[in-house]
């Protein structure tokens, strides 16, 4: 695989996109462990993702 520049660029843009999301979920199942509310489910999880993309791209 030999990106050009274009690419490259996209690839790392999801590269950070996708970090950041995991950042955020692993932070919000660390809260709601910590308050004693129930983990995430897959269900959850993707419920949280679309409503964290929705705020993200409001923001841009």
Do not use: S
């Not at 996109?17 to 660390?30: D, I, M, Q, S």
């Amino acid at each position: 695989m030999d990106p050009d520049a274009a690419n490259a660029a996209a690839l790392a843009n999801a590269h950070a996109l996708h970090c950041r999301v995991t950042t955020a979920l692993l932070e919000a199942h660390r809260r709601r462990h910590q308050a004693g509310e129930p983990y995430f489910t897959f269900a959850a999880i993707c419920k949280a993702f679309t409503a964290w993309r929705r705020n993200v791209a409001a923001l841009e």
